[in-house]
């Protein structure tokens, strides 16, 4: 029966003005199943598909400019590739696998450091503790342990920490093998939600990063922490700028 369908009728393609009209034209009148062919699909195109397809389009991806192109090297593979490398310095592989993991460890450390900045300076801002402002800390002297024991723990813990680091950096995976890590390598396994939480340690590492060179703006121009100079600020909004302080 298919092939007589198909040997007996003759579709034409629909005209711009009646798209919903087919036109089937008989080869083989003598044919019995002919008719009857013609009749169930002019039955079908007049009462339409029961089941509409519904076309999905594809999102455009997010840049950091919205219209760019991004370089081909930057597919968006990475966490937090948004196609930014306006001077093509990950053109090569070797040199785009450093870059990233530079980027991840200026992320790391800004972090630590603007949490370690905000949490002194505002226990130092209200009397709960008294200590230096954050750019003078590196200078005293403090009572728990000498400077030459601090630098010694330092070099010991950072120098074990960045090892580890880039050995695993040279050879992915090989800090995670059993035994490797006091036995809890388990739980640093990767899991399912690992891009997603890449994802925000990447987009929270660059914010850091730009409150890191903000409060080394703000120690050279005003010479105070950042609690101070914002309850400066608030204390007279529209006079306490930034604008206003470099004006002056």
Same mark, same amino acid.
């Given at each position: 029966?298919?092939?007589?369908?198909?040997?007996?009728?003759?579709?034409?393609?629909?005209?711009?003005?009646?798209?919903?009209?087919?036109?089937?034209?008989?080869?083989?009148?003598?044919? $019995?199943?002919?008719?009857? !062919?013609?009749?169930?699909? %002019?039955?079908?195109?007049?009462?339409?598909?029961?089941?509409?397809?519904?076309?999905?389009?594809?999102?455009?991806?997010?840049? %950091?400019?919205? #219209?760019?192109?991004?370089? $081909?090297?930057?597919? #968006?593979?990475?966490?937090?590739?948004?196609?930014?490398?306006?001077?093509? &310095?990950?053109?090569?592989?070797?040199?785009?696998? %450093?870059?990233?993991?530079? /980027?991840?460890?200026?992320?790391?450390?800004?972090?630590?450091?603007? @949490?370690?900045?905000?949490?002194? +300076?505002?226990?130092?801002?209200?009397?709960?503790?008294?200590?230096?402002?954050?750019? =003078? @800390? #590196? !200078?005293?002297?403090? +009572?728990?342990?000498?400077?030459?024991?601090? &630098?010694?723990?330092? *070099?010991? %813990?950072?120098?074990?920490?960045?090892?580890?680091?880039?050995?695993?950096?040279?050879?992915?995976?090989?800090?995670?093998?059993?035994?490797?890590?006091?036995? *809890?390598?388990?739980?640093? /396994?990767?899991?399912?939600?690992?891009?997603?939480?890449?994802?925000? /340690?990447?987009?929270?590492?660059?914010?850091?990063?730009?409150?890191?060179? #903000?409060?080394?703006?703000?120690? @050279?121009?005003?010479?105070?922490?950042?609690?101070?100079?914002?309850? =400066?600020?608030?204390?007279?909004?529209?006079?306490?700028?930034?604008?206003?302080?470099?004006?002056?």
């Amino acid at each position: 029966m298919a092939i007589a369908m198909g040997r007996a009728l003759l579709l034409h393609p629909c005209s711009a003005s009646s798209s919903s009209t087919l036109s089937f034209t008989s080869r083989n009148t003598h044919n $019995p199943y002919s008719s009857l !062919a013609a009749d169930t699909l %002019w039955s079908a195109a007049k009462t339409g598909p029961r089941h509409p397809l519904t076309v999905a389009q594809a999102q455009p991806r997010p840049t %950091w400019l919205p #219209g760019l192109d991004p370089p $081909p090297y930057l597919d #968006g593979s990475l966490p937090g590739d948004y196609g930014f490398d306006p001077l093509g &310095l990950g053109e090569d592989p070797d040199s785009l696998k %450093w870059y990233v993991q530079a /980027e991840l460890v200026h992320a790391r450390f800004s972090m630590l450091g603007v @949490a370690g900045i905000l949490f002194t +300076d505002l226990l130092r801002v209200t009397g709960i503790k008294n200590l230096p402002v954050w750019y =003078e @800390a #590196g !200078a005293v002297k403090f +009572d728990f342990a000498s400077t030459r024991t601090l &630098l010694f723990v330092q *070099l010991l %813990w950072m120098g074990y920490a960045e090892t580890r680091r880039y050995m695993d950096f040279v050879s992915p995976g090989s800090q995670a093998k059993e035994g490797s890590f006091f036995g *809890l390598e388990a739980a640093l /396994e990767d899991v399912k939600s690992a891009g997603a939480w890449k994802q925000k /340690e990447i987009k929270n590492g660059r914010l850091a990063m730009v409150a890191m060179l #903000g409060f080394f703006v703000q120690a @050279a121009v005003t010479h105070k922490g950042p609690i101070d100079n914002l309850v =400066e600020h608030l204390s007279n909004p529209f006079h306490n700028t930034i604008i206003h302080t470099l004006s002056n």
